[in-house]
């Protein structure tokens, strides 16, 4: 069994292992966000990394972290709080990689759970020598509320494209 694979089945395998590795790390954001792991969250980011919610910039992982750490976030936690990513389409392309997928804030309110937000994520990520392997460089998340920009962001990411601005 010494026998070396070939050099496109090594590159598919890569290929596959980045996908995974990405969707993985993408997967961990809601369990860390709704369970108040502020560090986690933060850690998901590069350091000069971009969180662009719609009524929210966030710059580098402090202030991520600090979104986390805020009584807004503490209360939506109390109250019973999921934020769900949907499944990621990814496109890698060396040390850098596009992924997009829906997501949802289902909030638990009057003894119900009521969806707060659907919205369009997309996702810029690179490559790191630490775990999870890949780290946030961008991420953009539009509200699905008719405004063309949030299928844009979609159907864009599906392509491989980078999310403008």
Not at 36 to 47: E, Q
Not at 73 to 82: D, E, L, N, Y
Not at 89 to 108: F, K, N, P, Q, Y
């Amino acid at each position: 069994m010494s026998e070396r694979l070939p050099d496109d089945v090594e590159a598919r395998l890569r290929r596959l292992e980045d996908e995974r590795d990405i969707a993985r790390m993408m997967a961990s954001y809601g369990p860390l966000v709704d369970g108040g792991d502020a560090d986690g969250v933060a850690a998901l980011w590069a350091p000069d990394g971009v969180y662009d919610i719609d009524e929210l910039f966030l710059a580098g992982r402090e202030q991520i972290g600090a979104m986390v750490r805020s009584a807004a976030h503490r209360g939506w936690i109390r109250q019973g709080c999921a934020h769900v990513v949907g499944p990621p389409h990814i496109t890698v392309d060396g040390d850098e990689a596009v992924a997009v997928c829906h997501s949802l804030m289902v909030v638990h309110e009057e003894g119900r759970y009521v969806v707060r937000r659907a919205t369009a994520n997309h996702w810029r990520l690179r490559r790191t020598d630490s775990a999870p392997g890949w780290e946030v460089v961008t991420r953009t998340n539009r509200v699905l509320d008719g405004r063309p920009e949030s299928p844009a962001l979609l159907a864009g990411g599906v392509r491989g494209e980078r999310a403008q601005g």
